[in-house]
């Protein structure tokens, strides 16, 4: 590992079942019992789960009536994400007091690069635990963390001692540790990706190091190349205090299955003026639009349009959404629209800060 890299001092921290924790912070009849935040049982899909939840199977984006069958007891509540982001601020402001490279990835989680920090203290460990624990004094939730040299790897150990724990991986200890680590655990590598290197007999790190940049790029295109590099420790991506962004969504899931275009529209027409709200508060515009279908049996689709110029107009946007509407026959009844605007102005005229996609 090149040695300017095995110096960065990385923490990630992560509040444990955020939005869950929330809701049992703020309802003592709620602690100590499986819940999950979302929509209706019979229609809804989970955004977070409680601890007591996750024992049954119950996950993020799990439907609500395979989340009631895997765990009859568990209690549904909504989501309330103006006081989300009301802890999450508080959260933040406690980062800011050790470093100003603070790079937020969601209400819930952010990377620190505390090399040169606030405090003037040389162990990033220390101060790990001593940010977990004034998340707990101050606010009173608890949160993970994991400490090394790159995010890539402070990323993956956050999660090794999940809930209310951390874990540091020290520079002379990331080669190993990323060789035994199942090749599941690697972020960025989903289940399509995980069954992929298992055919391919790629089942630790070190099957995955084994792999020559040619046998990988091969198999997995550009991402070939990552995951030649992150095995070996090397990960050069810089933690940023504000991060450009690459897309604007809003999107809706409804109460009924919609199975007639007259009714989308309706709805799309809607999603559209909130995705314009959105867009100009920002002042971004973007030149692809894309239009997302969710069926009832869950399924999703896609259909996008690139235009020769940057639009933010809900007119404009809605009339192209239309025409992706349109383009072809809807295979079932519809329980989500989503619009989202991308290929953004923002790389050459504004820096936001994340997340700029929420349901409503």
């Known amino acids: 590992m090149p040695e300017s890299f095995s110096h960065r001092k990385i923490i990630h921290i992560d509040m444990d079942a955020f939005y869950a924790s929330v809701e049992q912070m703020d309802n003592p009849e709620l602690r100590g019992k499986p819940i999950a935040v979302g929509g209706a049982e019979n229609r809804g899909v989970v955004s977070a789960a409680s601890y007591e939840a996750r024992k049954f199977g119950v996950r993020s984006a799990l439907s609500g009536v395979l989340a009631k069958k895997n765990c009859p007891e568990l209690i549904f509540v909504r989501p309330r994400f103006d006081r989300y982001k009301e802890i999450s601020k508080k959260i933040h402001k406690i980062f800011r007091e050790y470093t100003d490279l603070v790079e937020p990835l969601s209400l819930d989680e952010a990377y620190l690069d505390v090399t040169n920090n606030k405090k003037g203290n040389p162990s990033a460990t220390l101060l790990a635990k001593e940010i977990r624990e004034r998340i707990f004094n101050e606010v009173g939730l608890t949160a993970s963390a994991g400490i090394s040299v790159n995010k890539f790897v402070a990323k993956i150990a956050s999660d090794y001692n999940k809930p209310n724990g951390q874990k540091t991986v020290n520079p002379d200890e990331v080669i190993s540790f990323l060789e035994q680590l199942p090749i599941q655990k690697f972020y960025g590598v989903g289940k399509v990706t995980t069954e992929k290197m298992f055919q391919l007999g790629i089942f630790t790190g070190l099957d995955l190091k084994n792999k020559t940049l040619e046998f990988l790029e091969k198999h997995f295109g550009k991402s070939g190349g990552f995951y030649y590099n992150v095995v070996r420790g090397i990960h050069n991506s810089e933690v940023k205090s504000t991060r450009i962004a690459k897309s604007v969504a809003a999107e809706h899931t409804f109460d009924t299955n919609l199975s007639s275009e007259i009714f989308m529209l309706e709805k799309l027409e809607k999603i559209a003026a909130e995705l314009e709200r959105r867009l100009k508060k920002h002042q971004i515009s973007g030149k692809t639009i894309t239009l997302k279908i969710k069926y009832s049996d869950f399924t999703q689709q896609t259909r996008s349009k690139t235009m020769p110029y940057f639009i933010s107009d809900k007119s404009l946007i809605f009339e192209t959404v239309k025409e992706l509407l349109y383009q072809e026959k809807m295979k ?21 800060v994340v997340q700029l996609k929420f349901d409503f």
Not at 336 to 347: A, F, K, R, W
């Open 332 to 352: 079932d009844s519809v329980r989500l629209l989503g619009i989202s605007l991308s290929n953004l102005n923002t790389e050459i005229k504004k820096t936001v």
